[in-house]
């Protein structure tokens, strides 16, 4: 089976994705023969691979900067979609042929991967398997942050920083299935139109507006007091301007510091305010409430199936160009989701 390896840690946008029989001075190589995953227990599924979704952590880890450091080499990758390939003895949920999506913590950037029945969720009639990889862990994300955690709700005025990016553009579209006013902050003209698209109900663009100002205008129109939920995978600057928005008993849901920097939540304006600082650390579920991380994303797969969410791609690749897609997500180019898809050697654009 085709498999991306990660054999050092660096960045995986810098160079070309190399292979067994050239050298390269990218971390990671494709291999063309390596050995396919067998059943390890009676209810392990075989799942051929259709589209595996690229997400910040990823490219974290390959880095060697996420928090979960496994030792090399390791197969990258963990949200994917696919086709049922071979059941173990005990399996009652799913046959050869179904097709299923799921997460792991590694292992996705592969043609084929196993995992327990328990892991997979079957996919709705006619979804498509690609838009089905990008569904976990982006949407998963989101949903467990602003629907579990924050209990957002039709009263509230939600902010999303980086709302143009994989997790930001699902919690958008989460805050509207919930009813709350939704702005949305991105850079860029083409990404507000996106975010206009999704139904956010002010859309902020940092490259020529100042959010403070532009937010309060917004606030002001509508008769609102302020910001109740900030959602925020950026960290950095962004984060210490937001907290002017907030309102008293605000929430703050710490998703990410796609910035590359932490930033300072004051614990004594946290006090006064009243303000609660959630983080999220979405993989984490899986080890300390993997029932939360199902029923999330069997809502999730329902409201897809509904039409009440919609998965954006904005960029697909095929494993050999691994190195351009990450370099799609690393020079912030998407918008919506990038995609690993497996037996399909073209790529599109949006």
């Keep these: 089976m085709e498999a991306l390896l990660c054999k050092k840690l660096g960045d995986p946008a810098s160079a070309s994705v190399g292979n067994e029989s050239e050298s390269s001075s990218s971390p990671i190589e494709v291999i063309r023969n390596y050995p396919i995953p067998q059943l390890n227990s009676p209810t392990a599924v075989r799942v051929k691979v259709k589209a595996t979704s690229l997400n910040y952590a990823n490219y974290l880890q390959i880095l060697g900067k996420y928090q979960e450091k496994p030792p090399l080499p390791f197969i990258p990758g963990s949200d994917y979609a696919g086709t049922v390939d071979a059941v173990g003895p005990a399996v009652t949920n799913f046959k050869v042929g179904d097709h299923v999506c799921s997460f792991a913590a590694?292992?996705?950037?592969?043609?084929?991967?196993?995992?327990?029945?328990?892991?997979?969720?079957?996919?709705?009639?006619?979804?498509?398997?690609v838009a089905a990889a990008a569904l976990p862990v982006a949407f998963g994300t989101s949903h467990v942050a602003l629907v579990h955690r924050a209990s957002l709700?039709?009263?509230?005025?939600?902010l999303v920083l980086g709302a143009a990016g994989g997790v930001g553009f699902s919690a958008v579209q989460i805050g509207k299935v919930c009813?709350?006013?939704?702005?949305?902050?991105a850079r860029g003209a083409e990404k507000v139109q996106f975010l206009k698209s999704l139904g956010a109900d002010h859309v902020v663009d940092l490259t020529s507006q100042n959010l403070t100002a532009s937010v309060k205008g917004f606030l002001k129109s509508r008769k609102?007091?302020?910001?109740?939920?900030?959602?925020?995978?950026?960290?950095?600057?962004?984060?210490?301007?937001?907290?002017?928005?907030?309102?008293?008993?605000?929430?703050?849901?710490?998703?990410?510091?796609?910035?590359?920097?932490i930033p300072v939540i004051p614990a004594n304006i946290t006090l006064v305010k009243n303000w609660t600082v959630h983080g999220l650390y979405w993989g984490s579920y899986s080890i300390h409430r993997p029932a939360v991380?199902?029923?999330?994303?069997?809502?999730?797969?329902?409201?897809?199936?509904?039409?009440?969410?919609?998965?954006?791609?904005?960029?697909?690749?095929?494993?050999?160009?691994?190195?351009?897609?990450?370099?799609?997500?690393?020079?912030?180019?998407?918008?919506?989701?990038?995609?690993?898809?497996?037996?399909?050697?073209g790529r599109s654009k949006l």
């Design 106 to 129: 590694l292992g996705s950037f592969a043609s084929f991967i196993v995992q327990d029945q328990s892991l997979l969720f079957g996919l709705p009639k006619g979804c498509d398997l």
């Design 153 to 158: 709700s039709s009263s509230q005025v939600l």
């Design 293 to 345: 991380l199902e029923d999330s994303i069997q809502e999730l797969l329902s409201w897809m199936e509904k039409g009440l969410i919609t998965i954006h791609i904005s960029h697909t690749y095929s494993i050999s160009e691994a190195n351009l897609a990450f370099s799609a997500l690393r020079d912030r180019k998407a918008i919506g989701k990038v995609m690993i898809v497996f037996d399909d050697m």
């Design 224 to 261: 609102l007091k302020g910001v109740d939920v900030l959602y925020d995978p950026v960290g950095g600057k962004l984060t210490k301007e937001s907290m002017k928005l907030l309102n008293w008993g605000a929430q703050i849901l710490v998703i990410g510091f796609a910035s590359g920097e």
């Design 179 to 185: 009813g709350a006013v939704v702005i949305a902050a």
